[in-house]
């Protein structure tokens, strides 16, 4: 059982970094292997749009997003976290959900269990959870709710009280149903 943590934003050690590694410590505290991918230590190029993995199921660029394919199939459970900005998903987020059309006529990411993180200033989340609830539907994944965060300076989302208790519950929740998926 795996889940894997996706850092979607240029910061390392900001307030999303800080809500997904919640949820996967809660996820392995419940049995689960995990591992966080930040996406700021990648290159990313966007999708051109060619169509070409309608065919094969694979995407011809050839950059970073080779390394990542992997992980996101061989992963049970997924943790898709961005910081809110202009009342959407970080550039970095969306370049991801874009560069997995690849996976949809294959179903590669079918039945998957997904988490969301969201963490903003103040404004925003609801936006930007609902561009992740999209992309998971269009996935046909298992969603396992997500995180709403609070924060402007690093750090700050430790002050959040309540999003330091959904990101565990969210990490106990993936596991679980992963978990029972298996059994």
Known sequence: MKV???????RRGGNTEILVRKVLASAKKAGAETELVHIADINIMPCDGCLSCEENGDCKIDDDMRQIY??????????FGSPVYFWNVSGQA????????????????RDKIAGIVVVARRA????????????????RMRTAGGVIGFGKEMGAVKEDEEALREA????????????SESD
């Open 94 to 109: 969306k370049l991801l959900i874009d560069r997995t059309y690849c996976f949809l006529k294959k179903k590669k990411l």
């Open 70 to 79: 992997p992980k996101l199939i061989e992963a049970d459970g997924i943790v």
């Open 168 to 179: 565990v519950a969210v990490g106990r929740l993936m596991a679980g149903l992963i978990k």
């Open 124 to 139: 925003g989340c609801t936006n930007a959870f609902q561009v992740f609830q999209n992309f998971i539907n269009a996935q």
């Open 4 to 10: 894997l943590g996706m850092v979607l934003g240029p």
